[in-house]
């Protein structure tokens, strides 16, 4: 068994400790490597004779996650395990929309990177425990990832805060003015920025999503 494998890595120090873990099995036979995902799909073209690639995420130019998507749209046939030091949910999730067949941390030793990567050419999908649990929690829950993209972008300035904490409260602009210490006219002009941050038509959708969101 002849199995050709590339790394994607932005550290070159990481790419010669993984080659080092693949130099132990006579089966893995290292092809070439690439420091971001623009460099990997360069050499892809002139040979994309792969069976595995090794991706880490966070690299510059194009990332890890972008590159699996690309590769994988193009190359199908070729297997993506991301190798990372980066288990938090959101890369997890998003590794995974993107078609990545695995995801292990660079801490793994070589025998269960071996491993990892007979399963998911069998096939399987090599998961380290923690990432496994963590992705089965996403799988049950994967809106809470959705609604954390949506907390980033709302920015609230205080003032919004304020008033929409009043508004969850069911209370009218002239009480919320009176509260606030405002004019009813600077209470609406905060609630129309309110609906626009919040892209809601209404009190109760302002409510609801600004709840979901922890906002208020």
């Known amino acids: 068994m002849n199995i050709k494998i590339a790394i994607a890595d932005d550290n070159s120090f990481l790419i010669s400790a993984v080659k080092e873990k693949l130099s132990f099995f006579e ?18 073209e002139d040979n994309s004779n792969l069976d595995l690639i090794l991706m880490d995420i966070e690299m510059p130019v194009l990332n890890g996650i972008e590159t699996t998507e690309l590769v994988k749209n193009k190359y199908p046939h070729i297997k993506i395990i991301m190798l990372t030091v980066f288990d938090n949910d959101e890369n997890i999730f998003n590794a995974i929309k993107a078609g990545a067949d695995g995801y292990l941390l660079k801490e793994i030793n070589a025998k269960d990177l071996h491993s990892g990567i007979l399963e998911t050419l069998n096939g399987g999908a090599a998961m380290n425990p923690s990432i496994a649990l963590k992705t089965l929690k996403l799988l049950r829950n994967p809106i809470n990832i959705e609604n954390r993209k949506d907390q980033e972008d709302i920015q609230l300035t205080s003032r919004e805060t304020e008033v929409l904490e009043q508004l969850s409260k069911g209370l009218n602009y002239n009480k919320i003015a009176e509260n606030l210490i405002l004019s009813t006219g600077t209470v609406r002009k905060h609630i129309e920025n309110i609906y626009k941050k919040l892209q809601v038509h209404n009190k109760i959708e302002a409510v609801q999503k600004a709840k979901r969101n922890n906002l208020i």
């Not at 089966?27 to 892809?44: C, I, Q, R, V």
């Open 27 to 44: 089966d893995l036979n290292f092809k070439f490597s690439a420091l971001n995902g623009s460099e990997l799909l360069t050499k892809l």
